[in-house]
């Protein structure tokens, strides 16, 4: 009986050690995107969304001097971003993240219109997984 329960203890703790060690297998993934005012901006991924964010403003100066330094950011891959500009009272872009595009272009749009823009189009869509323009 007691070599059972030694048994059964060592598949316990086995079993406590595989669950443990299951998040870090799956280790956790975040896009980001910095919008400039020509609508080149990549999306850039990192462990964090501290890095995302980081990697996207970098990535944004490589490729643009009008960077909004402002990155939108999101931990589920399926989502989208949509990439928003608008030309009044001046030039601005915006992104927004969301599971679909319309979703997305509506997060965008409130963060332009709660800061007073308008004449506003969605320049594209990105995938938050593979960055790719949808």
Same mark, same amino acid.
């Given at each position: 009986?007691?070599?059972?329960? !030694?048994?059964?203890? @060592? ?8 669950? %443990?060690? $299951?998040?870090? #297998?799956? $280790? $956790? ?23 995302? +964010?980081? !990697?996207?403003?970098?990535? =944004?100066? +490589?490729?643009?001097?009008?960077? %909004? ?8 891959? +399926?989502?989208?971003?949509? @990439?928003?500009? =608008? ?10 993240? #969301?599971?679909? !595009? !319309?979703?997305?272009? /509506?997060? %965008? ?7 007073? *823009? &308008?004449?506003? &189009?969605? /320049?594209? *869509? ?9």
């Amino acid at each position: 009986m007691g070599a059972r329960l !030694r048994v059964l203890g @060592l598949l316990a703790t086995a079993a406590l050690l595989g669950a %443990a060690a $299951q998040p870090a #297998a799956a $280790q $956790q993934r975040w896009a980001a995107i910095d919008p400039n005012s020509e609508a080149s901006s990549p999306v850039a991924w990192g462990a964090t969304e501290e890095e995302a +964010r980081q !990697r996207a403003m970098e990535a =944004c100066k +490589r490729v643009s001097k009008t960077c %909004a330094n402002g990155p939108a950011s999101t931990n589920d891959m +399926r989502e989208v971003f949509a @990439l928003m500009c =608008c030309e009044q009272p001046k030039l601005g872009c915006v992104a927004g993240a #969301a599971a679909g !595009r !319309r979703e997305a272009m /509506r997060s %965008a749009q409130r963060m332009l219109a709660d800061a007073g *823009y &308008s004449n506003c &189009s969605v /320049r594209h *869509y990105l995938s938050a997984g593979t960055g790719k323009r949808q």
